[in-house]
């Protein structure tokens, strides 16, 4: 069955430690290509796993990454525990960033972290409140 899950690949996303920040998304690229995933998928799953990773490293308390596969599509889920995004429409604008200084520092804060995830999902969903922020990504194969 097309809505059916298939089989959910789950990571812990720690707050802040950016020596671990992009292993969970590479796991997810190194899975998805083991199932045999057309590369042109996997190049736009491999950026939006990688953003939303960084986006919990960076922005949030910490928090969880999902990878659902269906037959028909692949969804990429990311959850925390807060302090949540103030203004989604704002966040979502090529350029704004609110990361710190020592956090520009490291390379990152280029404000293009949720225009890419939309870019190059099919479907983006946002909710996000004080006490966390959910982004399901839907890419259709
Ligand atoms: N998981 C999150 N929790 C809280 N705020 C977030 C989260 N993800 C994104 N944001 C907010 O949205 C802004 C834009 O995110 P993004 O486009 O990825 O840019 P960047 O990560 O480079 O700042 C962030 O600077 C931050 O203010
Ligand atoms: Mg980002």
């Not at 083991?34 to 910490?62: K, T």
């Not at 710190?100 to 280029?110: P, Y």
């Not at 404000?111 to 409140?129: A, T």
Request: proline share 1%; glycine share 8%.
């Amino acid at each position: 069955m097309a809505d059916s899950l298939l089989k959910r690949y789950t990571y812990d996303v720690m707050a802040n430690d950016f020596m671990a920040a992009g292993k969970s998304s590479s796991a997810i690229k190194s899975n998805l290509k083991s199932l045999g995933i057309d590369s042109d998928i996997l190049r736009r799953i491999a950026i939006i796993s990688y953003e939303a990773e960084l986006n919990i490293v960076i922005h949030s308390f910490g928090g969880k990454l999902h990878c659902d596969i269906y037959e028909n599509k692949i969804v990429i889920i990311s959850e925390d525990a807060g302090p949540g995004i103030e203004d989604v429409d704002l966040a979502m604008k090529e350029g704004y960033s609110t990361a710190s200084d020592s956090v520009r520092e490291l390379g990152f804060g280029a404000g293009m972290g949720l225009p890419n995830i939309k870019k190059y999902s099919d479907h983006l969903e946002i909710n996000s409140s004080s006490t966390g922020t959910k982004i399901v990504a839907t890419i259709n194969l």
